[in-house]
């Protein structure tokens, strides 16, 4: 039973354009919901996060959207550079048990120079 | 450079053996967690601990037990490897979330075989 769903595996986009990963979620009860970054060989780097109280977080080229009625959240990178070539993690803390954090399987995003 | 440190990076087991990873972070964080990452499974939680003392099951804790002797440690031990345990696995350290720190720092795993 997964709770976190990313249904593409990979993605591919030419650099400069917009990147859309998208992460679908199945528990309604989830307080906050994360985004990683993970190059071969390295630990997941934390990129950025939402609140299940907002609908939109925004760092720099990075920016998270929430939909809570679709249970649907996707991160946005513009413009995409060859450096976002990584696999894509999304995460969710549940409500109550914030120590347990579940991961979808990964999208692994290729920006061509 | 602070953050959170694995041993080893890597190891070759024999099926029935044992061994011991461990995990190190010098930034003060009370959650601790170990993770294995299996190719098309994502990242499941393994064992996780709240505070020096303590230690929680996660979502495949069967084959492993873990402990928090000291704060800035977290051990994961596997008595009797198994093929299975072949995996790459990463620990993790965080602030409380709610704290600021709700993303939390990983190690750069270990990458185990077990033959």
């Known amino acids: 039973d997964q709770q976190v769903k990313q249904n593409s595996p990979s993605l591919s986009v030419q650099e400069g354009r917009i990147s859309i990963l998208n992460c679908d979620y199945t528990?309604?009860?989830?307080?906050?919901f994360l985004w990683y970054k993970k190059y071969p060989a390295e630990g997941p780097t934390f990129l950025i996060s939402?609140?299940?109280?907002?609908d939109k977080n925004e760092d720099g080229r990075f920016t998270v959207f929430l939909n809570k009625s679709a249970k649907h959240l996707s991160l946005h990178i513009v413009p995409s550079q060859p450096g976002d070539s990584a696999v894509y993690f999304c995460?969710?803390?549940?409500?109550?048990?914030?120590?347990?954090?579940?991961f979808g399987k990964g999208t692994k995003l290729t920006v061509n120079p | 450079n602070a953050g959170v440190t694995q041993t080893p990076k890597f190891r070759v087991l024999k099926t029935g053996q044992s061994m011991t990873l461990l995990c190190a972070q010098d930034?003060?964080?009370?959650?601790m967690y170990w993770y294995r990452q299996d190719p098309g499974m994502g990242l499941r939680l393994i064992h996780y601990?709240?505070?020096?003392?303590?230690?929680a099951k996660g979502e495949v804790p069967d084959g492993y037990n873990v402990s928090r002797l000291k704060k800035q440690n977290f051990l994961l031990g596997l008595e009797s490897a198994a093929p299975s345990q072949t995996s790459v696995y990463f620990c993790?350290?965080?602030?409380?979330?709610?704290?600021?720190?709700?993303?939390?720092?990983f190690g750069a795993g270990t990458r185990l075989s077990v033959l």
């Open positions: 993790a350290s965080s602030t409380p979330p709610g704290t600021g720190g709700v993303g939390g720092y």
């Open positions: 930034m003060n964080h009370e959650y």
């Open positions: 939402i609140s299940s109280i907002k």
């Open positions: 995460a969710a803390f549940p409500q109550g048990g914030s120590e347990k954090l579940v």
């Open positions: 528990n309604s009860m989830f307080d906050y």
């Open positions: 601990s709240v505070g020096e003392g303590t230690t």
